[in-house]
């Protein structure tokens, strides 16, 4: 089949459509009705069918002979340890988990939050959540104790897993203070903590409430998968929206795993076998989707990888681990090829090693710029294919579809809609705009399988974020184009979230913890550009009249703030104290504006503007 007549097929017959890819799973009960609409244009897949998701991930590849294979890979150059687990070894300590979890009460639709490193336990947490029908939320390792303590409340999980420490490059980060600290601000209290110790730390228990992993694992008995609704959640993923609440993305079991099977085949054309790599974290939705869920749904050998792209030990990282373990297909953010150009710009490591394996290279989490896919291509003369996403979406709503049809890339484009997804681009009225002309990228419902179905607890939240703002469609919260050969240009976000190497967050979270800093009048944090990490966080603030603090000292305070209160990640280091800040004749800060400056590019001055002398005050602060 051609692109043209899959996608028209997704859009025009979308029950045929899904009731067809739904027959590559491994149901319990198979679906009879494909979709269920509800009042607001959404609805629900498969609202009939029972599976069970780690059955389909792991048993299911071992009843159909692939009980040898690798599943998975684990290669972790910060610890020097590298090891694999065979589909049936996966299964068996999966359901070895999922038995210790059931023995301490751990039950279908309970909640269990984990908080950990890149290791195979990870996924095996997660896998054996799912296995019994409890739903896991990840929370990033990167995040401070504040943040999961926000997560705690939002998610009252039942249980926190975690492991005594993550390991940066050189450095070991305690993750057991972490969660005590996140446990003692919460109001919610979770019943247990499981703890993954270390060799390199060893986390101080605490009695009656903290088991250490490998003593539940050793008394457990292997627990079989049970049935659960499509429709039942599997997990909820936090991702920063516009304020400083995170949204918890509720993801199903059924849609979740028809659209990543499929996904699996269209967008990478993965096959059974094969050795699939996303060098991302667990924490991410690419990390859900494309470490855990789909490569095993699909029977490859998936790779978890705890190492950076640089620095571990250098910029030949991520092609030793093509090397060494046959990759086939590798996904990853273009931050992290940004960063081994910096350090490789002639990639002479790439001379020392060979990646014959590789068929394709995948991009996505934030605009791919044309420079890095243009060094990549030249150095690797392997197809460089950019794809567009969402945590809230789960899989690519514009890929190349390679797996049906290789289309001509164009750089800068995310090549054209998946199949399911009716993209379209608009004005807020929710009309169309003609090709080539910027606007909202919306996508109009019914979302296709795999896509959120709610924010946790809150589906006002969701009504209010994603489909009251254009009605009849998915408002993704970013702009773009589509030109006339129907190529999708993604340009970047409409709202307030800013991609930091890669990683979504909230400049209005940040504004927060900015804001309860005693000295602090006003401020606003824009996201400026970044040649590595594509954006960085920057602070403009106002000081209180009357307060009297010094401003390098100001900036240090701020930058702590936010580190202890979000989390190293979020790469907040520069805070720009300003007498004034532009806002509109109704008081909304221009922010737009401001980013404009701060990357030194041309800006219109808005016509709303209350005072535009403000700018040239900014642009001169910004030119010392
Ligand atoms: N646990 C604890 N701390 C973490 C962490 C984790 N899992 N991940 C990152 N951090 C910390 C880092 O140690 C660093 O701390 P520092 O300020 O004390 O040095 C800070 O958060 C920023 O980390 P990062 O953004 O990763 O910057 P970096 O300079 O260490 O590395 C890249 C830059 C580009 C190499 C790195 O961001 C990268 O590999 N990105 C790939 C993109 C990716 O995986 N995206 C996920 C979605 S696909
Ligand atoms: P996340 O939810 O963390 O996956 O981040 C999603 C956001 O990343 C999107 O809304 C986009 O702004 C950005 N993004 C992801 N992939 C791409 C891409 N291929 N091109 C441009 N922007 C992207």
Redesign the pocket.
Known sequence: MDYNSEFRKSIDKPEEFWREKAGSIDWIQPPEAIWQATDNGHGKWFPDATLNTSDVALDANVRAGRGDQKALIYDSPVTGTKCSYTYTELTNEVARFAGALKARGINKGDVVIIYM?MIPEAAIAMLGCARIGAVHSVV???FAAHELAVRIDDAQPKAVITASC?I?VA?V?EYKPLVDKAIEQASHKPDFCVVYQRPQVKALMQDGRDYDWSDLMANAELADPVPVKATDPLYVLYTSGTTGKPKGVVRDNGGHAVALKYSMKLVYDANPGDVFWA???VG?V?GHSYIVYAPLFAGCTTVLYEG???RTPDAGAFWRVVQEHGVNLLF??P??FR?VRKEDPEADHLSRYDINSLRQIFLA?ERLDPPTYEWLKEHTQLPILDHWWQTETGWAICCNPVGIETMATKPGSATVPSPGYNVQVVDPRGSQVPAGEQGQIAVKLPLPPGCLVTVWGDDQRFQDSYLNPIPGFYSSGDGGFIDDDGYVFVMGRTDDVIN????RLSTGEMEEVVASHPAIAECCVVGAHDD??GQVPLGLVLIKDGATIDHDELEEELVEMVRDKIG??A?FRRALVVERLPKTRSGKILRRVIRQIADGEEYAVPSTIDDPAILEEISEQFRH
């Open positions: 490193p990033f390792g990167g993550g940066e450095k980060i060098a991302s974290d991410w690419v950076k792209p640089v990853t953010a931050t992290a960063a989490g930091v190497a890669g990683h590595m990490k190293a990640i790469c």
